[in-house]
C-alpha cells in the first residue's frame, strides 16, 4: 500500500516536472526546514521554535 502510494506520488511528481528523494523518516519531524538544526522535542510540544535559526512554526504546519 505505502509502495503504491509512492508510485503515485512518484509519477505525480514527475508529470509536474518535480523530482521526489526518498529519507529516513526517523526523527525527520525534529530537524528544522529552515536550517536543518536538530531540534529535539516531545510529542506534546505543539510548536517548532528552532534556537539556531529563529524559525517558529505550528508543528502541524511544519510536518
Known sequence: MI???LSIL???AE???QKT???NPKNTSQDCSNC???V???LNIR???CLHCGMV???DLFA
Open 21 to 23: 528523494i526518498g529519507v
Open 40 to 42: 529535539p522535542k516531545e
Open 10 to 12: 512518484t509519477v505525480k
Open 47 to 49: 510548536t517548532h521554535f
Open 15 to 17: 508529470n509536474a516536472g
Open 57 to 59: 512554526i505550528d508543528c
Open 3 to 5: 509502495l503504491c502510494r
Open 36 to 38: 536543518g538544526e536538530k
